[in-house]
């Protein structure tokens, strides 16, 4: 039961629940509407077209039931046309689909431009010479089933994805951070190439999600555009959960840290078959800053001194040093730049408390 209430509670889980449920109330009132009040001998227009309209989110609805209805209509017309002049038959039927599936390739109802094909379907295969003096029924039947599809999504919480790109976010950032303090308890003590390759997997997952996030962000986008919700909490003063944050600008960040750790991965990869021991000052201060820099990407609450202001200090301390041997720079320094990088991206991302 608590894995069960753990699963409903995701945000992802919750909008493919309430989707389903916006399907299903539409589909059913279209179809009551059709076959109780309409009194429609094809009953199945109008829920079928209201399950074509309730998308993902409201514009999308919109938008797409604009096509459908137009495409719907067309598909009608076709279907009487043809039948009217030509009958059913098997040529007249293939005939109504070449010319319903060239017709979906209209570029202002490409989205649903099949539904002039099935359209002609529903109509010829349901007794077309009983159907023909009901060509407006028809389309005004499709009409309803637009219409209830689109009002359902509008009334019954409208959806926002803002929460599910906060969430990807916040599990990205966690996973970085998690990879950096494992990476750098290894690397305070001795590595082998196991871990370097078990790091790369889990930053290739990382990168895997990160894809999901910026679907999901531009889900999230598009939620908002003809959303009454957040028309009425615009109203009524309400804080939303996007305001001031570009998750746009977030992923490019999260994209910029997700490639430094590549590199940072390759480096300690391939240092593991340098000859020679570590300078154990550079292994303990590196570990040490690297450790808190996954702390602070993991936890934005996190408390410590500026990780760029630390790795700089590393930096001239141990150029002024003069002990490191000069073949050891290439890759000391690579470790450093690319941990400059991603302390770089912590104050622009991790720490933003708007999107945390």
């Known amino acids: 039961m608590r894995r069960l209430r753990e699963l409903v509670g995701r945000p992802d889980v919750t909008t493919d629940l ?112 009983d159907q023909q003096p009901l060509l407006l029924d028809r389309i005004i039947e499709v009409a309803v089933g637009v219409g209830i599809g689109v009002l359902v999504n509008l009334l019954i919480i409208p959806p926002v994805r803002d929460q599910q790109a906060s969430n990807h976010v916040d599990s990205i950032d966690r996973r970085i951070g998690d990879i950096l303090v494992d990476m750098a308890d290894e690397f305070s003590t001795s590595w082998e190439t196991d871990a370097a390759d078990a790091w790369r997997r889990e930053i290739e997952s990382v990168s895997d999600e990160l894809e999901t996030a910026w679907g999901t962000v531009n889900f999230a986008r598009e939620s908002r555009r003809s959303n009454p919700r957040l028309i009425r909490r615009r109203l009524g003063g309400a804080r939303q959960v996007s305001d001031g944050v570009d998750y746009t600008e977030v992923l490019r960040r999260v994209d910029e840290a997700v490639s430094h750790m590549r590199h940072l991965i390759r480096t300690l990869h391939e240092a593991t ?26 936890d934005p609450d996190a408390e410590m001194d500026s990780i760029h202001d630390r790795l700089i200090g590393l930096t001239h301390s141990m150029s002024e040093d003069g002990r490191l041997p000069r073949d050891s720079w290439p890759v000391y320094g690579s470790l450093l730049t690319s941990m400059l990088h991603i302390a770089l991206l912590i104050d622009d991302v991790a720490s933003q408390w708007s999107v945390r």
């Open 18 to 129: 309430i989707q389903i449920i916006k399907s299903v109330v539409a589909a059913t009132a279209a179809w009551w509407l059709s076959a109780h009040v309409l009194n429609s001998p094809l009953p199945f227009l109008a829920p079928w077209t209201a399950l074509l309209t309730v998308h993902a989110t409201v514009h999308r609805s919109l938008s797409r039931g604009v096509q459908t209805t137009v495409a719907s209509a067309i598909g009608v017309g076709m279907s009487f046309l043809i039948g009217f002049y030509l009958g059913v038959s098997v040529w007249t039927f293939a005939l109504a689909m070449f010319v319903g599936l060239a017709g979906a390739r209209i570029t202002w109802i490409r989205d649903e431009g099949v539904a002039i094909a099935t359209t002609a379907v529903f109509v010829l295969s349901s007794g077309f010479s």
């Open 273 to 298: 078959y340098a000859e020679g021991p570590w300078d154990e000052r550079f292994r303990t201060e590196w570990a040490s800053i690297a450790r808190d820099a996954g702390r602070a990407i993991a």
